[in-house]
């Protein structure tokens, strides 16, 4: 790959490398330059910045504003989400954004996510019942995407009919099919309609969750009673939140428990040590972060004003994307970074943010996923995959790190 951090003269590579082979591709950059000009998949140009120090600065950094407001005409967004889902944490800056987190943060409380666990078991266990039945599975489609599923829609209060469309549309966003761009319109107007819909019946008959308590919040502080500074959500706020928390909470999560597996499957000592010793696993599960994490990518940001990253000048109202997973894998920071090791000093990895926009849910991921593997690893000590190496494949996509299936016997 061709180092373009200069002045942004050269003109920006492609981006085909980093979807098919990222690892390497990553390393070839990091090499090359700390920060080059790209292609973004929608076509329009972004600064990518690929060594650890500036990555871990920049997701800190008050001037990369995360409001599109202050995106430049022209440069890349991601993909477009009307106002009722676009007004969520993922697009805002200070004062808004400490004013919604603080209201989600009473969910994913060390207590909260505590009281999680057992029904998280319970889950996993019974999703493993039905695949043992059977001798084999697809472990993307039968336990690492059905257990983060259960577990968040159980905190929002989201009915077990709606759960399989929900699947259907977060596939279509995080993996969009660029022969049929319909697709993703279609998903969208789906989920606004289901998110409106859920909150209107929740609305008429709370319960006992989450996104009850929520519409309470919102419903209560009226402009007659609610003082300055008080904690209000507006409806577009509520909705999108709603959105954010029940994406999140699923993407992120299926993907790390995919690829963890996978990882173990390729390193079958590691495998072995961990089915001996499962109270290894918290730490594991750090390394499994920084090796092969479910985003590559930060969220796009856009500079307030006019600043350099790795002695690149960026304009502002310019895109800059923060590679998360090249920082992971920065050898000044991870000394042989391509070697999956539980021994190392994984302090510091990127793979759930750092500063204000540190992952909310990270707890809720982290007991999700030790205990998807303390419960497979215990159930099926045999595990092996049940089909070559070569034909497990990841999802085509830029910003999200998934497995399309995982293939598995036991």
Same mark, same amino acid.
């Given at each position: 790959?061709?180092?373009?951090?200069?002045?942004?003269?050269?003109?920006?590579?492609?981006?085909?490398?980093?979807?098919?082979?990222?690892?390497?591709?990553?390393?070839?950059?990091?090499?090359?330059?700390?920060?080059?000009?790209?292609?973004?998949?929608?076509?329009?140009?972004?600064?990518?910045?690929?060594?650890?120090?500036?990555?871990?600065?920049?997701?800190?950094?008050?001037?990369?504003?995360?409001?599109?407001?202050?995106?430049?005409?022209?440069?890349?967004?991601?993909?477009?989400?009307?106002?009722?889902?676009?007004?969520?944490?993922?697009?805002?800056?200070?004062?808004?954004?400490?004013?919604?987190? /603080?209201?989600?943060?009473?969910?994913?409380?060390?207590?909260?996510?505590?009281?999680?666990?057992?029904?998280?078991?319970?889950?996993?266990?019974?999703?493993?019942?039905?695949?043992?039945? /059977?001798?084999?599975?697809?472990?993307?489609?039968?336990?690492?995407?059905?257990?983060?599923?259960?577990?968040?829609?159980?905190?929002?209060?989201?009915?077990?009919?709606?759960?399989?469309?929900?699947?259907?549309?977060?596939?279509?966003?995080?993996?969009?099919?660029?022969?049929?761009?319909?697709?993703?319109?279609?998903?969208?107007?789906?989920?606004?309609?289901?998110?409106?819909?859920?909150?209107?019946?929740?609305?008429?008959?709370?319960?006992?969750?989450?996104?009850?308590?929520?519409?309470?919040?919102?419903?209560?502080?009226?402009?007659?009673?609610?003082?300055?500074?008080?904690?209000?959500?507006?409806?577009?706020?509520?909705?999108?939140?709603?959105?954010?928390? &029940?994406?999140?909470?699923?993407?992120?999560?299926?993907? &790390?428990?995919?690829?963890?597996?996978?990882?173990?499957?390729?390193?079958?000592?590691?495998?072995?040590?961990?089915?001996?010793?499962?109270?290894? &696993?918290?730490?594991?599960?750090?390394?499994?972060?920084?090796?092969?994490?479910?985003?590559?990518?930060?969220?796009?940001?856009?500079?307030?004003?006019?600043?350099?990253?790795?002695?690149?000048?960026?304009?502002?109202?310019?895109?800059?994307?923060?590679?998360?997973?090249?920082?992971?894998?920065?050898?000044?920071?991870?000394?042989?970074?391509?070697?999956?090791?539980?021994?190392?000093?994984?302090?510091?990895?990127?793979?759930?943010?750092?500063?204000?926009?540190?992952?909310?849910?990270?707890?809720?991921?982290?007991?999700?996923?030790?205990?998807? &593997?303390?419960?497979?690893?215990?159930?099926?000590?045999?595990?092996?995959?049940?089909?070559?190496?070569?034909?497990?494949?990841?999802?085509?996509?830029?910003?999200?790190?998934?497995?399309?299936?995982?293939?598995?016997?036991?």
């Amino acid at each position: 790959m061709p180092n373009t951090a200069d002045t942004g003269s050269d003109a920006p590579i492609d981006v085909t490398p980093l979807l098919d082979d990222p690892y390497p591709a990553y390393a070839a950059l990091r090499e090359a330059g700390p920060v080059h000009r790209i292609t973004a998949a929608d076509g329009n140009p972004a600064w990518l910045v690929t060594r650890y120090d500036d990555v871990r600065s920049g997701l800190a950094d008050p001037r990369l504003s995360l409001d599109k407001r202050h995106a430049a005409p022209g440069g890349y967004q991601g993909f477009s989400l009307p106002p009722a889902l676009d007004a969520n944490m993922a697009n805002m800056d200070p004062p808004d954004h400490t004013r919604i987190r /603080r209201l989600v943060a009473k969910a994913f409380t060390p207590r909260r996510v505590e009281a999680l666990r057992a029904p998280t078991r319970k889950t996993a266990d019974a999703l493993l019942d039905a695949m043992a039945e /059977r001798g084999r599975a697809d472990l993307i489609a039968d336990y690492a995407g059905p257990l983060p599923i259960t577990v968040i829609c159980d905190l929002l209060g989201i009915p077990h009919r709606d759960r399989r469309d929900f699947l259907a549309w977060s596939d279509a966003l995080i993996t969009p099919d660029p022969s049929r761009p319909e697709l993703m319109k279609e998903a969208i107007g789906a989920m606004q309609e289901f998110y409106t819909g859920l909150i209107a019946a929740k609305r008429a008959e709370p319960g006992d969750d989450l996104l009850s308590d929520l519409i309470a919040v919102r419903d209560d502080q009226t402009a007659e009673g609610a003082g300055e500074g008080s904690e209000r959500l507006s409806e577009d706020e509520l909705t999108s939140l709603a959105f954010l928390l &029940l994406f999140g909470g699923y993407e992120n999560t299926v993907h &790390l428990i995919g690829n963890a597996v996978l990882t173990l499957l390729d390193h079958p000592e590691q495998l072995r040590q961990l089915q001996r010793n499962p109270a290894e &696993l918290p730490a594991a599960v750090e390394e499994f972060l920084r090796f092969d994490g479910p985003g590559p990518l930060s969220l796009r940001r856009f500079p307030t004003e006019d600043l350099e990253i790795g002695g690149v000048r960026i304009a502002a109202g310019e895109t800059v994307l923060l590679a998360i997973a090249s920082a992971n894998r920065d050898p000044e920071r991870f000394p042989d970074p391509a070697t999956f090791d539980r021994g190392r000093d994984r302090s510091g990895h990127l793979a759930l943010g750092h500063g204000i926009h540190y992952c909310l849910g990270a707890p809720l991921a982290r007991m999700e996923t030790v205990i998807a &593997l303390e419960a497979l690893l215990d159930r099926f000590p045999g595990l092996r995959l049940d089909v070559p190496r070569g034909d497990v494949r990841h999802r085509r996509a830029l910003r999200s790190r998934g497995l399309i299936s995982l293939p598995v016997a036991f």
